[in-house]
C-alpha cells in the first residue's frame, strides 16, 4: 500500500463525519519528506471549527494510522486569528 493510500484510508474513517456536516476533505499532496497537505472542502472550508477538526481529527487520524507521515498542514484552514476561529482545548 502507498503512503497515499494508507492516509487515505486514515482519513477514510472520519469522511463520514465530516460528510454529515456538508464536508470533507482531500490530500493535496505528499512531500519528499513526507508532509501531507491537506484541503478542506465544503463546509469544512469555512467553519469555525475547522482547526479543531483539522488538529483534534483528522492530522491526529494520519499520525496514528501512518507514523512515517512528518507532518499534516492543511491548506485552507481557518485563520487562528480570525474571531471565528475554535481552538481545542489543552488537555
Known amino acids: 500500500m502507498t503512503l497515499k493510500e494508507k492516509v487515505e484510508q486514515a482519513l477514510d474513517t472520519l469522511r463520514p463525519y465530516l460528510e454529515t456536516d456538508g464536508g470533507?476533505?482531500?490530500?493535496?499532496?505528499?512531500t519528499a519528506d513526507n508532509v501531507v497537505r491537506l484541503k478542506l472542502l465544503g463546509a469544512c472550508a469555512s467553519c469555525s471549527m475547522s482547526i479543531m477538526t483539522f488538529k483534534a481529527g483528522l492530522e491526529q487520524a494520519i499520525k496514528k494510522a501512518v507514523p512515517e507521515v512528518t507532518?499534516?498542514?492543511?491548506?485552507?484552514?481557518?485563520?487562528?486569528?480570525?474571531?471565528?476561529?475554535?481552538?481545542?482545548s489543552a488537555n
Open 24 to 30: 470533507n476533505v482531500s490530500v493535496e499532496e505528499i
Open 71 to 88: 507532518a499534516v498542514e492543511a491548506i485552507n484552514l481557518t485563520d487562528p486569528d480570525s474571531p471565528d476561529a475554535t481552538m481545542p
